[in-house]
């Protein structure tokens, strides 16, 4: 399919387009998600989770590294890699289960994982870039939907 770009102006645009994209999540999905602190990834799950009729308050899990969020079409399961440095910290902390999700996961700092890692079906990469005060490009692209 090849990649996908978006301009948000501000962060509740950013949040739109993780509406539409929970609205339109099947189970099984995978969201990969790179980019800076304070460029918007959390803002993007919130969207995510009202997409999928969860009412529940989303915040980032930096210090759980998982949020499970049940109540929406979908259960969405919210990582958050930030503390985790190799390979070996994110198996034995147990989160592979979430690697083959059911219901949407979405796992922030994802490129603290590599590539063959990912199941390649039902995986979304998303990276999102700081272009100014509040504007962001958010660029994805869907491996075998």
Known sequence: MGMTTIISHNPTETEAVGETWGR?????LLIA??????AGKTQLVKGIARGLGITTRVHSP?????NVYPGGRLPLF????????TKEQIFSAGLEEYLQPDGVAVIEWAERMSNDEFRME???????????ETERRISYEDFGA
Do not use: C, K, M, P
């Open 62 to 66: 930096t210090f759980t590294l998982v």
């Open 24 to 28: 339109a999540a099947n189970r099984g």
């Open 122 to 132: 039902n995986l979304r990469r998303v990276q999102i870039e700081i272009l100014g």
């Open 33 to 38: 998600l790179s980019g800076d602190l304070g």
């Open 78 to 85: 919210h990582l958050d890699l930030y503390r985790l440095e």
